[in-house]
């Protein structure tokens, strides 16, 4: 696969695509004059989603920081964009096709040298490829340590800025975002983004901060960073052997080990946020594999690419879990003054508006009511009373009332904390899905709400 590199041609063809996009916006908004109410909306829906198409697709073959930016638009879009560019962008994933070693060699010959890339045996053939660089097994020769080495594509860093101005740009001429919105903070936060996945010394220094955090914990498996060979443009790790949550080998486990690595994973979340501050905010299912052993003992969850790791300051933890408190206790009060402290909310909007957000976060922690509540939906409980995963339709359920709130006038994007936070959480509650549990997890996170409250736990942000 080619890979263009250079601002100038990469934001031609942002353009050429933009300019192509306008003439098609034109037409449509003629031939819309002459079409009846129902067709309008129907043709409205169809046009939609062909423009994400055609956007998707060519950030697809750009790679580099205009597709993750698309990857993050996807995550922003869902308070403002059309529904239908939304689904469009979010296929965006990161498991693209590799480009051709000739294009990422010099890129490591630069960063390690001749004389330190002789002391490995490195595949030319990548055994993984994202938006922003791609991954080659090696071998250490002088004792045989197996290794991944990942590289990033040339002249990615470079090409940021010029990637979000034009495609800001090409969005406001795709008319696909309203009028008047400013995207400005939106995409701020996606360039700051950006930045923070190209430094591969600060995923390296997460990644050996996860280990230390996680060292004592022996349903987990890091990483280790070799220095020897990582830059700021190549990051080099031992090579830890996995598979999918989707495999054979996971998914043919029986419950109770399904469920013992399904309350690892949310146990995992509730320590990265309410005690440490650190998330690991990209969900993706290639950050999170599984290593199945003989015993149930014996499995592991393998954590991979901490680029996306995020710090929450204290206070935002704190008043975050008013919100989850507030809502498993039904105290409205507490939930409204957890969502005024991190800008959710604001005095002046009225009652109905705070009643429909306080319904919504009740309905959200479904999974962690009690058994015997009358909340707690039977049908989604197994006989022991605990929830059943993989047979909840929760998600979908949320982001109908999430699209129907953001239809107010009293609605604002929300802050991009939030934003990156419950990327997380819907990527722990598809994980427990996929796994099937049967598990009810109020314990453990009426432990993590305790210990954000009682600041016993030290936050990493601070």
């Known amino acids: 696969m080619t890979l263009k590199t250079k601002p100038f041609e990469r934001s031609l063809a942002l353009t050429r695509l933009g300019v192509g996009a306008g003439a098609k916006i034109m037409a449509h908004s003629l031939t819309n004059i002459f079409r009846g109410e129902i067709s309008r909306d129907s043709a409205n829906r169809d046009f939609y989603e062909r423009q994400a198409q055609i956007l998707a697709d060519e950030l697809g073959r750009l790679k580099g920081s205009v597709m993750k930016a698309g990857q993050m638009l996807s995550l922003y879009g869902q308070y403002f964009l059309p529904e239908e560019a939304v689904i469009v962008l979010s296929q965006l994933q990161d498991d693209t096709p590799p480009v051709a070693w000739k294009v990422v060699q010099p890129v490591l010959e630069r960063n390690l040298g001749k004389t330190r890339l002789r002391e490995l045996d490195i595949d030319t053939e990548a055994m993984a490829a994202a938006s922003l660089g791609q991954v080659h097994r090696a071998r250490r020769k002088s004792d045989g340590l197996e290794l991944c080495v990942k590289i990033q594509y040339p002249g990615v860093a470079d090409a940021i800025e010029s990637d979000i101005n034009t495609l800001s740009r090409l969005l406001i001429m795709t008319r696909l975002t309203p009028k008047g919105l400013n995207l400005g903070p939106v995409f701020n936060e996606v360039r700051e983004m950006l930045y ?20 004592g914990d022996d349903r987990f498996v890091v990483p280790q960073v070799i220095d020897d060979y990582s830059t700021p443009q190549v990051l080099t790790t031992t090579y830890e052997a996995n598979v999918s949550v989707r495999s054979p080998q996971v998914q043919k486990l029986g419950l109770a080990r399904r469920n013992r690595l399904g309350e690892a994973f949310f146990e995992l979340f509730c320590n990265e946020f309410f005690r440490w501050g650190m998330v690991q905010s ?9 290593r199945i052993g003989e015993r149930a003992e014996d499995d592991r969850i393998v ?8 710090l929450f300051p204290r206070p935002f933890v704190s008043a975050y879990s008013d919100i989850v408190e507030g809502a498993l206790r039904h105290d ?23 009643d429909a957000f306080v319904a919504m976060c009740e309905a959200i922690v479904e999974p962690f009511e009690p058994a015997d509540s009358e909340r707690a939906d039977a049908k989604l409980r197994n006989a022991n009373g605990a929830y059943r995963w993989g047979d909840s339709d929760l998600p979908m359920r949320m982001g109908r009332v999430a699209a129907t709130n953001a239809l107010s006038v009293h609605f604002r994007v929300p802050p991009r904390e939030i934003v990156f936070l419950h990327r997380r959480l819907a990527g722990v509650f598809i994980m427990l899905a996929t796994l099937r549990c049967e598990l009810d997890a109020r314990e453990p996170l009426l432990a993590a ?12 942000a601070e």
């Open 303 to 310: 954590l991979l690419d901490f680029g996306a790791t995020r």
């Open 332 to 354: 409205r009060a507490q939930v409204v003054r957890g969502a005024k402290a991190i800008g959710l909310m604001n005095e002046k909007m009225p009652d109905a508006a705070l």
């Open 196 to 215: 923070r996945e190209v430094d591969y010394k600060s995923e390296a220094d997460f990644t050996r901060r996860f280990a230390q955090r996680l060292a």
């Open 282 to 290: 990209d969900p993706h299912f290639g950050n999170y594999r599984f």
């Open 449 to 460: 709400l305790h210990d954000a409250h009682d600041g016993r736990a030290k936050s990493t």
